[in-house]
């Protein structure tokens, strides 16, 4: 015997709020673990990668620090830029400029001075650097160059009106720290000229040149 629909339908309606009460919970906890397993899972994933990446990072740091302390020393010479060969005009202006400030600045302190070493020492100065100015003149020459007079720059300019302005001991304590900083620029001009030279006879005149700066350099350091 058939039941009526409406029974049915009042039937089926009644048992559907059960059923949801029922399986929906079961669904949403299955959900919930899903997502705690996921969860779970990138963050082992996470943690293995970073695991992974602590030692490339920590080597990548060892190689920069080892990479920066190379250049600056010098002994990555494959990575840094070679420095262009100095030309023959560059140094006959610049061995000029400082044999003319090593003269005239010692010519000064010469004649002011009252400490007798510091005075000997001017003297020595004046008679080497005027020397070396006419051996370079001479290597120019047989170089096939003809150099122009020597010429101060902006900066040994600034440096001997300074030691004009400057008297008694004070000049003789500026006129020492001047020396000294000329000495080691004059001191490197000459090596470089004496091994990376173009012309023969300059290199030979500054191979020539650089242990009378080297004299000069020993001297200072004792002052």
Do not use: W
């Not at 015997?1 to 299955?30: E, F, H, N, Q, W």
């Not at 096939?144 to 000049?171: C, E, F, V, W």
């Amino acid at each position: 015997m058939r039941r009526p629909l409406g029974i049915v339908a009042t039937r089926s309606t009644a048992r559907r709020p059960d059923c949801v009460k029922r399986y929906v919970p079961t669904l949403i906890s299955i959900k919930q673990i899903r997502l705690r397993d996921g969860e779970a899972i990138n963050r082992r994933k996470r943690s293995s990668c970073r695991a992974r990446g602590r030692p490339i990072h920590r080597e990548m740091k060892m190689r920069t620090a080892f990479l920066v302390a190379a250049l600056a020393l010098g002994t990555a010479p494959s990575l840094a830029l070679a420095a262009p060969a100095m030309t023959s005009t560059t140094y006959l202006t610049k061995a000029g400029a400082g044999d003319l400030f090593e003269r005239q600045s010692s010519t000064l302190v010469e004649t002011s001075t009252t400490n007798p070493k510091l005075k000997g020492f001017a003297r020595m100065m004046v008679t080497d650097h005027t020397k070396s100015t006419a051996e370079v003149k001479a290597a120019a020459m047989k170089a096939g160059l003809h150099p122009a007079a020597p010429k101060l720059t902006a900066k040994q300019s600034q440096d001997l009106a300074a030691l004009r302005a400057a008297s008694g001991t004070a000049r003789d304590s500026l006129y020492i720290q001047q020396q000294k900083a000329a000495h080691q620029e004059a001191l490197a001009l000459h090596r470089d000229e004496s091994t990376m030279g173009t012309a023969a006879p300059l290199k030979a005149v500054a191979g020539k040149i650089v242990p009378v700066v080297q004299h000069h350099v020993d001297m200072l350091a004792s002052m």
